[in-house]
């Protein structure tokens, strides 16, 4: 490192008017779901607020607190709960029964549905507020409804009536649409971006006014709430494998009835995939044109959400480059989520066994053609094994090495995965573990 960027972090972190802490996957309203009680706080909101509480009265060096709600916060997606009576939107047959979409009132009454439920969390952020330190909120894949200035605004009037001074709150809660960043210092994301069955189709863009969920939402949205009454999903199921996905079918009911959902869910999420993907040709001879048509710049948001932070236009490029593509752009990553890949391979060898078995006479040559078609198969399924990437964990990992050789930072914060980690990132910078 070069004495001019030694000079720029030494500044940095003498001049820094505040203190840091991050918070991610906290989850609240994960249990409004229709047949819950809700007449106790969940076991982990009084430790929160003791927690929030006593930042607020101690600070370090005088220094006000600010603090970094790094995704996944409010569980948008997981909640289920519907209005009971009238309601200023229209609820469907399918709301009433997955819960509603993600629209902006209907994001706005989730909202103030987990505040109510947890209410002593909220008050808490309300006093660190009045106190005046400030919340910097990142979206996460569960709470991309952040998106929405309804939303947003909502918060702010829910902490107003907590007690913090409206005038303020503008000032000392902003929203971030993927990280936060102060150069020399620290960097912050909820890590979704790395991780292609979690990050939005549109997740680089500006917001057009309606919200896609990522394929891993829709999972939960159209299959596993389904069933979270009779059996919750632990925070390592994106690792599973096929004997733990059976143990879970067995736990959850009836396993016909489950299969039955699982592949409705599996046609209405894959569909619109495979649709898109058999447009291929067609757009492909459009190509050209579109090109030179689209006036767009692919990174203006990015660039514009770097400039918050003094960040340069090749930051912005090598941010979006460490990025994952999403997986509804491919076809292949779309089965591999569903075991479609391998479902396929199996059809395929059955009718290759039968085939081979029928093209030949005898017993031995009919076994060393069912032995070969079987090898074969073994050997397929094992690489496309290999080729399946659910794991998010090493994901994130991989990119916080990135991310440190882009921006000279001493600290690098992700959630997302679930799982405790401090760790050297490169450049002497340290992915350590969320508060």
Known sequence: MGLRKMWRRVRSLSERPHNLIAISDLHLGCDLRAGNRFDKPRHTDAPLASFLDWHAAHRSEGKPWRLILNGDIVDFVAITLVPEGAAPFEVSAEERELGLGPSEAKCVWKLRRTCQRHPAVFDALARFVQKGNSLQIIRGNHDSEWRWPAVQAELRALLAERGAARRRLDKLVEFHDWFYLEPGFFYAEHGHAHDHYSVQADFFEEHGGQIELPL????????????????????????????????????????????????????????????????????????????????????????????????????????????????????????????????????????????????????????????????????????????????????????????????????????????????????????????
């Not at 009835?257 to 409705?264: G, P």
């Not at 069912?370 to 990437?389: C, D, P």
């Open 216 to 435: 891993s939402s829709k999972v939960l949205r159209y299959f596993a709430n389904r069933y979270r009454e009779q059996v919750e999903l632990p925070d390592d199921v994106d690792t599973w494998r096929l004997k733990e996905c059976l143990d879970w079918v067995l736990k959850a009911g009836n396993p016909l009835r489950i299969a039955a959902d699982y592949f409705m869910m599996v046609f209405r999420v894959f569909y619109p995939v495979l649709r898109q993907s058999l447009r291929i040709s067609r757009a492909f001879a459009r190509a050209a044109d579109r090109a030179i048509a689209r006036k767009v710049d692919p990174h203006a948001h990015v660039r514009r959400m770097l400039a918050r932070f003094q960040g340069t236009d090749r930051q912005a490029h090598q941010l979006v480059a460490i990025a994952s593509r999403p997986a509804e752009q491919s076809l292949f990553d779309s089965m591999q989520l569903f075991y479609l890949d391998r479902m396929l391979l199996a059809l395929l060898c059955l009718f290759g066994a039968f085939c081979t078995a029928a093209a030949v006479h005898g017993f031995w040559a009919k076994a060393g053609a069912l032995t070969g078609v079987g090898i074969f198969f073994a050997a397929v399924n094992a690489l496309l094994a290999s080729q399946r990437r659910t794991d998010a964990h090493p994901m994130l990992q991989a990119a916080a090495r990135r991310v440190a050789q882009v921006f000279d930072v001493r600290y690098i914060v992700m959630g997302h995965s679930h799982r405790a980690v401090d760790e050297a990132a490169g450049n002497g910078a340290r992915v350590p573990v969320p508060a």
